[in-house]
């Protein structure tokens, strides 16, 4: 379910707008409709403000706009908000999008939903050539972030694998030390970037009655025959699982294709023992995603009690009347641009004009 993509704006609110048009070195946005995602080259700033403001950055280290929050909560949608104003590329940070394939089953934003929007390191990695490491990450991230910031646009940071965001932020990284498994501290102060960090938090509750019917949507959307397509029998490695075998949805759907030959539920021939094992990797993977969201919202408030200044936006009124109706039609929009974006481009707009 990707309710916060429903009807996304081509072009910000007049609200919005005023927000934005405070800011010195970016022009008004383009409101001349909806953005060819094949054709559409990201707005650059002026040459000398881009110039002058790329160099500072670079010299001082990059400005980096950072999303984090639990699998689900709408950092995706915040980033594509956030770029309609800002001239922005994502780098993803999820460690599952990292890798080519299952894009239904890892919940890849798609390609019209990016709006034209540059990403880097989505979906980009062979998962036959090994697995993404956190010191493989930090390279990559480095590299996309120097990249993006050359080109006077604003690099954002977007995806919740806390570990990479970690690995890739702080000054001096040790990948020996589990920072989010023991005693010692994940983080102090010293960051390699200048860092605003946006922290998108939804209500447990209201985040895991989300997470259940997306993982419903997601199997109308084909999930499970990307599954089967996906699976090989001939795999031996259930304990040692490595890159996207890890991915939500693979171990589950594991289990059931060692029983049940891989084809559609509902079609003919289908027994009993079918329908209760598909079923029961259905609860299994809808069990696994709360169960993410947990962990990963553990390990944002370590980073925050170690010092990080994480910015929290609180998305979760957006989200219950987007997921049960109780504003009806587009209400949970103007909800979602009122507490989530708004507040987050004042945010930035500060940031950006830091020195």
């Avoid at 709006?115 to 991230?141: A, C, I, K, W």
């Amino acid at each position: 379910m990707k309710l916060l993509f429903l009807n996304p704006p081509h072009s910000p609110s007049s609200k919005l707008q005023s927000l934005f048009s405070f800011h010195p070195l970016f022009p008004p946005p383009n409101n001349h409709g909806p953005i060819s995602s094949t054709h559409h080259k990201p707005t650059r700033w002026s040459p000398m403000a881009s110039s002058a403001a790329a160099h500072h950055r670079l010299r001082r280290g990059a400005k980096v706009v950072v999303i984090m929050g639990a699998t689900g909560c709408g950092k995706s949608r915040l980033s594509i908000d956030l770029a309609s104003l800002f001239p922005s590329e994502v780098i993803n940070s999820d460690k599952m999008q990292v890798y080519r394939g299952l894009d239904i089953t890892t919940n890849k934003i798609t390609p019209a939903e990016r709006h034209g929007v540059p990403h880097h390191l989505l979906g980009s990695f062979d998962p036959d050539d090994g697995e993404m490491s956190p010191s493989l990450f930090r390279s990559l991230g480095h590299a996309a972030i120097s990249g993006v910031a050359s080109r006077g646009n604003l690099p954002l940071l977007v995806g919740g694998s806390n570990s990479f965001i970690h690995a890739l932020l702080v000054e001096r990284f040790d990948l020996e030390t589990d920072v989010f498994g023991g005693l010692i501290s994940p983080a102090g102060p010293e960051l390699r970037y200048d860092c605003c960090f946006l922290w998108v938090d939804v209500s447990l509750p209201v985040l895991e009655d989300y997470l259940s019917k997306r993982v419903d949507d997601m199997l109308d959307a084909g999930m499970f025959e990307e599954l089967a397509q996906y699976y090989d029998p001939g795999r031996t490695d259930p304990g040692g699982r490595t890159g996207l075998r890890k991915a939500i949805g693979v171990p589950e759907f594991d289990r059931y294709f060692k029983k049940h030959l891989p084809r559609r539920v509902g079609q003919g021939g289908d027994d009993w023992a079918r329908e209760d094992a598909y079923e029961e990797a259905v609860r299994e993977i809808k069990e696994n995603t709360r169960l993410l969201a947990r962990r990963q919202v553990g390990k944002i408030l370590r980073l925050r009690s170690c010092g990080w200044e994480l910015r929290r936006l609180d998305a979760t009124e957006a989200f219950r009347l987007a997921v049960g109706g109780g504003g009806g039609g587009g209400r949970w929009r103007d909800v979602w641009e009122g507490q989530v974006v708004g507040p987050s481009v004042k945010i930035v707009n500060r940031f950006l004009q830091e020195k």
